[in-house]
């Protein structure tokens, strides 16, 4: 009866799905672009090692500072559905151009491709510390809280049915398609978040004339 809640509960379930689709996929994607970039050197096969460690530190760098603009934003007054599909569309073009990068591994030069690589999955991870804290205004202001926990679940139930259906499929998708898909949840979550604020925006309008 509510779309505000079917729509906050589809960004959820979209972006949560395509967050963890690259939870399982960066560490074979960023191996890979290594490999491209140094494993055919005539330098030692040490020096071509992936440095998850690192990656993973930078990546929760990330994400801190996601969190800390989603808070300096909030201060100036932005409203968080205007900044959450401004997220939304920043993690789709950083997600889609880390799945070109990594669709185009085997025609490209190492070196650009590691590079196009890392930079799509920093700016996702910016995005996904943004995203929490988005969420959880979004959550508030529009499921009940009498029933939010019991609404949240359902909308759990497709988030795992996708990630599940990627992980049993990678093997006919491969990293690249995996990607891909991840690409296009976080495009339709955009759709669905762009169509909250047109909604709430007319909301707002009928009650001034009221």
């Known amino acids: 009866e509510d779309p505000r809640i079917m729509l906050v509960g589809s960004v959820q379930s979209l972006f949560e799905a395509a967050m963890y689709i690259f939870v399982l996929q960066w ?48 201060k100036m007054g932005v409203a968080t559905e205007t900044f959450a599909t401004v997220m939304l569309s920043v993690a789709t073009l950083a997600m889609g151009g880390a799945a070109a990068a990594v669709g185009s591994s085997s025609s490209s030069s190492g070196a650009p491709l590691l590079w196009a690589l890392v930079t799509g999955f920093f700016f996702f991870e910016g995005c996904v510390g943004m995203y929490f804290p988005s969420i959880g205004t979004l959550r508030s202001k529009y499921v009940p809280d009498s029933h939010r926990s019991v609404i949240m679940n359902l909308f759990g139930i497709p988030l795992n049915v996708l990630v599940v259906s990627v992980f049993l499929s990678i093997k006919r998708l491969g990293v690249s398609g995996a990607l891909s898909i991840s690409t296009g949840a976080l495009g339709v979550a955009a759709c669905c978040m762009m169509a909250l604020r047109a909604l709430v925006g007319k909301e707002e309008k009928e009650k001034k004339k009221k």
């Open 27 to 74: 560490p074979p994607a960023i191996s890979s672009a290594i490999s491209h970039a140094f494993g055919s050197s005539s330098l030692s096969s040490s020096s071509s090692a992936t440095p998850f460690g690192t990656v993973f530190s930078c990546f929760m760098a990330c994400c801190l500072l996601g969190s800390t603009l989603f808070g300096q934003l909030v």
